[in-house]
């Protein structure tokens, strides 16, 4: 079987029906659709409507390909290589946080102020996705609707993971007692 698959599996299977003549089990195994599948797209009893995209245009399929197909029966059609860079994971930076999840920001600041204050505001910035300038405001219980604010646990409403949250628990506690070692020596 081929691990990877095309785009719009049942257009370019329907593509495949009309304009080659490889087998329904090919075409099958090469778009990830069961050959019942791919007979009843041909026998017109399933999705009629799709619309046909060309494998060989899309860069998803050679020309050569599909001959050896033809040819031989028992060849598995193989997806073309693409020389175009795959996109990269986006890890760093601020993550978008929807407008109805912006509200329980303010919850989350003031939950890890009165929980764990080992945490530095940066933490608590990259944590939540909020400004320095917001947290001062809460610590300083000057922030404009601090009446109204109830703690939250950030990994419960959905700011970050656990796994953030627990390697900025563990980061703060490591620098803690360094600072209380200065401390008590001067």
């Not at 795959?86 to 912006?102: A, E, H």
């Not at 404009?144 to 506690?173: F, H, M, Q, T």
């Amino acid at each position: 079987m081929v691990t990877e698959r095309p785009l719009l599996p049942k257009a370019t299977a329907t593509w495949l029906l009309e304009k080659t003549t490889l087998t329904f089990a090919q075409i099958g195994q090469f778009t990830g659709l069961h050959e019942l599948e791919i007979q009843a797209l041909a026998d017109g009893e399933i999705h009629a409507a799709v619309r046909p995209m060309d494998p060989i245009a899309a860069g998803q399929l050679t020309l050569d390909e599909i001959k050896r197909g033809e040819a031989d029966p028992a060849y598995v059609l193989k997806i073309a290589k693409s020389n175009l860079p795959k996109p990269l994971n986006r890890v760093k930076g601020p993550r978008y946080t929807p407008l109805t999840r912006r509200s329980e920001k303010p919850d989350a600041i003031y939950f890890l102020l009165k929980n764990h204050p080992e945490l530095s505001d940066a933490q608590i910035c990259k944590l939540v996705g909020t400004t320095k300038n917001t947290i001062l405001k809460i610590r300083d219980k000057s922030y404009w609707n601090l009446k109204n604010l109830k703690g939250a646990d950030p990994v419960e409403i959905g700011l970050c993971s656990l796994l953030e949250y627990e390697r900025a628990l563990e980061k703060a506690k490591a620098k803690q007692p360094k600072q209380v070692e200065n401390e008590s020596a001067a």
